[in-house]
């Protein structure tokens, strides 16, 4: 069974331009999370969809959206890019909200984004 | 708040002992976790407690839940040059059903 695939895994952008992350979960699985990952901050939380709806949302500023197609597929979008978006996105898929019966959430390696 | 705390940085000597310690603040948290992530990798579960035991034993790894302080440890036992790693503390909230992590601890081994 395949894992989470992120896609880019690496990315450079500069200020004030935008970004898509993609996010392809784990075969049947219908939750999909999104986390920032920075030295300083650790893993914050930024959203969860299931079933193509949001589910539960960080405390992000609203350049921060996604969005989770039919078949579970989920992209997050940065608009209006700040130096201090550079992080390691980090996306978790699941079978059901909040993780398994148990909570646990399956990884992605993440998407490094860099900006200039 | 929604904190999750731990210390960044720890520090051992391969054999013995490593203890990662973890604050949470919600009292209502059903199940509490141990992550690790390697370098350029994603997180892995390592292990989990829920909240209404105390310790649970996983092989070298010790969980033990205070839940009146809400304090979470992680020990592993005869730490190895494998487990330099970065290891996260998770809580799963009833409230809003999501999982909240803290900002990891970095695990390092000295020979």
């Known amino acids: 069974k395949a894992g989470v695939t992120q896609t880019p895994r690496y990315l450079i952008k500069t200020r004030g331009q935008q970004v898509t992350l993609s996010c392809s979960p784990i075969s049947g699985h219908r939750s999909v999370s999104w986390y920032q990952q920075t030295p300083g901050q650790g893993l914050q939380f930024l959203f969860e969809y299931f079933s193509e709806t949001q589910r539960n949302k960080g405390n992000f500023p609203g350049r921060f959206s996604g969005r989770q197609f039919s078949n579970s597929r989920s992209e997050m979008n940065v608009s209006t890019l700040e130096l201090g978006d550079s992080a390691l996105y980090l996306c978790?898929?699941?079978?059901?909200?909040?993780?398994?019966?148990?909570?646990?959430?399956?990884f992605g390696e993440g998407s490094r984004l860099t900006v200039l | 708040g929604e904190d999750v705390e731990q210390s960044l940085f720890l520090s051992v000597r391969e054999g013995d002992s490593s203890v990662i310690n973890c604050t949470y603040t919600d009292s209502s948290s059903t199940y509490l976790y141990w992550y690790k992530q390697e370098p350029g990798a994603g997180l892995q579960l390592l292990t989990y407690i829920f909240s209404n035991m105390d310790m649970k034993q996983d092989q070298r790894l010790t969980v033990l839940l205070n839940k009146k302080d809400k304090h979470l440890s992680l020990r592993i036992a005869d730490t190895q040059t494998g487990d330099s790693a970065i290891y996260f503390c998770?809580?799963?909230?009833?409230?809003?059903?999501?999982?909240?992590f803290g900002s990891g601890t970095r695990l390092s081994i000295r020979p």
């Open positions: 978790a898929s699941s079978p059901t909200s909040g993780g398994t019966n148990t909570g646990e959430l399956f």
């Open positions: 998770a809580e799963r909230q009833s409230s809003a059903s999501k999982i909240i």
